[in-house]
């Protein structure tokens, strides 16, 4: 049998089918795509939003000495959807950008002293429709203990004032 040699179906074949590479982080997409200003201005409203519910978190409600874990994935590409995580003993926070390229909060409480003050920031844009709550399994505590012993020491913080 003859070998068929065709040196000019190479560039057609790259310029028709190129080999496509691996994504990057869904959230670089929805802020770089431009086919919707109104969805990439939401998203950073969403995230400036994520970032001052856990700054007051920090600054008022933990104390001296409480453990917490938090991790920016938004250039870890372990998680594709992953931007964000926070959790402490009393409250989960997380930022994920959607399939959809919407950036999407989850967040539980688990008997929270400073849970009325966190959803009253619920009631706003953008969190009023980007928050949503969850149920942690098999429950928060447990959840927690898990995430602390699970994740890197280099995640895990003990708070300081």
């Given at each position: 049998?003859?070998?068929?040699?065709?040196?000019?179906?190479?560039?057609?074949?790259?310029?028709?089918?190129?080999?496509?590479?691996?994504?990057?982080?869904?959230?670089?997409?929805?802020?770089?795509?431009?086919?919707?200003?109104?969805?990439?201005?939401?998203?950073?409203?969403?995230?400036?939003?994520?970032?001052?519910?856990?700054?007051?978190?920090?600054?008022?409600?933990?104390?001296?000495?409480?453990?917490?874990?938090?991790?920016?994935?938004?250039?870890?590409?372990?998680?594709?959807?992953?931007?964000?995580?926070?959790?402490?003993?009393?409250?989960?926070?997380?930022?994920?950008?959607?399939a959809y390229y919407d950036f999407?909060?989850?967040?539980?409480?688990?008997?929270?002293?400073?849970?009325?003050?966190?959803?009253?920031?619920?009631?706003?844009?953008?969190?009023?429709?980007?928050?949503?709550?969850?149920?942690?399994?098999?429950?928060?505590?447990?959840?927690?203990?898990?995430?602390?012993?699970?994740?890197?020491?280099?995640?895990?913080?003990?708070?300081?004032?």
């Amino acid at each position: 049998m003859k070998e068929l040699k065709c040196h000019h179906a190479i560039p057609i074949i790259d310029t028709h089918f190129p080999i496509r590479r691996k994504p990057g982080k869904r959230w670089r997409i929805a802020q770089t795509r431009g086919t919707n200003p109104a969805q990439v201005r939401q998203n950073e409203c969403v995230e400036v939003s994520y970032n001052e519910v856990i700054k007051l978190v920090k600054a008022h409600h933990l104390q001296s000495g409480d453990v917490y874990f938090e991790k920016d994935s938004k250039h870890d590409f372990s998680q594709f959807l992953a931007m964000h995580s926070f959790i402490t003993p009393s409250f989960y926070w997380r930022l994920d950008c959607a399939a959809y390229y919407d950036f999407e909060i989850e967040f539980a409480f688990n008997n929270c002293s400073f849970e009325a003050e966190i959803r009253k920031l619920f009631r706003a844009f953008p969190l009023d429709r980007q928050a949503k709550e969850i149920q942690l399994k098999p429950n928060f505590t447990i959840f927690y203990k898990g995430v602390l012993t699970a994740q890197p020491a280099t995640l895990i913080f003990s708070f300081k004032r």
